[in-house]
C-alpha cells in the first residue's frame, strides 16, 4: 500500500506538470502573432520548437498510459476522452502532412520544369542521397 507521503509527491508533481504545460500553452498563444509576422526561417524554427514539445509531451504521455499505478485508476470515461482527442489529434496530424507533402511536390515538380530549383542545394541533396545508398551496399575486399 502506498504511503500518503509518497501520493503527495507524485500529486505535487502532476500540478508542477500541468502548471507547466499551461504555460508553455499561453507563450505558444503568445508568439503566434509574432511568428506569423517573421521571416521564413523564424517560422521554421518556431514550428520545430512546437514539434519538439508536442514528441515530448506525446512520449510523456505514452509513458503516463504504459504506468500500471496510473492506468488502472484511470476511469473508462477518461481513456475514451483521451482516444477522441488523440484519433482528432492524428487525423489532423495526418491531413496535414498529406497536404504538406502534396503541395511541396506540386512545387518542386513545377520549379523543376521552369528550372527554378537551386542548383547548388539540389546537387548537395543528390550527393547526400548518393551517400545514404552507398551506407547499405555490399562492397567486397
Known amino acids: 500500500m502506498s504511503r500518503p507521503v509518497d501520493v503527495a509527491a507524485f500529486v505535487r508533481s502532476l500540478e508542477r506538470w500541468v502548471q507547466l504545460q499551461r504555460s508553455i500553452l499561453e507563450m505558444f498563444r503568445d508568439l503566434d502573432p509574432q511568428v506569423r509576422e517573421s521571416d ?38 477518461l481513456l475514451i476522452d483521451v482516444w477522441d482527442t488523440t484519433l482528432k489529434m492524428m487525423e489532423l496530424l495526418l491531413e496535414l502532412d498529406i497536404r504538406h507533402t502534396s503541395s511541396v511536390k506540386d512545387i518542386i515538380e513545377e520549379k523543376s520544369r521552369e528550372g ?15 551517400r545514404e545508398e552507398g551506407r547499405g551496399s555490399s562492397m567486397s575486399i
Not at 116 to 130: A, F, I, M, T, V
Open 116 to 130: 527554378k530549383l537551386n542548383p547548388l542545394l539540389s546537387h548537395l541533396r543528390d550527393l547526400g542521397r548518393e
Open 40 to 77: 521564413r526561417l523564424d517560422i521554421i524554427i518556431h514550428t520545430r520548437i512546437a514539434f519538439n514539445h508536442m514528441i515530448r509531451t506525446l512520449k510523456a504521455f505514452d509513458d503516463w498510459l504504459q504506468d500500471p499505478f496510473i492506468s488502472s485508476n484511470i476511469p473508462r470515461e
